[in-house]
């Protein structure tokens, strides 16, 4: 594998595409994925385009529960979810 950053946006690699399943796939380099924006669980669309293939982000990432989890902060986010005592007219 040959990577060779140009500046800080552009990263070339020649890679080889290899068997996955009964598919193929590319394993994008840190180096590729960090310069294009790219994290794990991030939605792409492929496009087939005269001369090769084209990917393009087509969302944000899904976070797990765990990151989802990790990323909770009470006091950001509102702390208790239900009020320890009566706020209105509820009836218990």
Do not use: C
């Not at 590319?26 to 310069?35: K, N, S």
């Amino acid at each position: 594998m040959n990577e060779k950053a140009m500046s800080s946006d552009h990263v070339k690699a020649e890679q080889t595409i290899q068997e996955w399943g009964n598919g193929l796939a590319v394993r994008l380099t840190a180096p590729v994925a960090r310069a294009a924006r790219l994290a794990r669980g991030m939605p792409i669309t492929v496009e087939v385009v005269e001369g090769g293939i084209f990917l393009r982000v087509a969302g944000e990432a899904k976070l797990s529960l765990a990151q989802k989890l990790k990323a909770f902060e009470p006091s950001r986010h509102g702390g208790e979810a239900m009020a320890a005592e009566r706020l209105g007219a509820e009836l218990f």
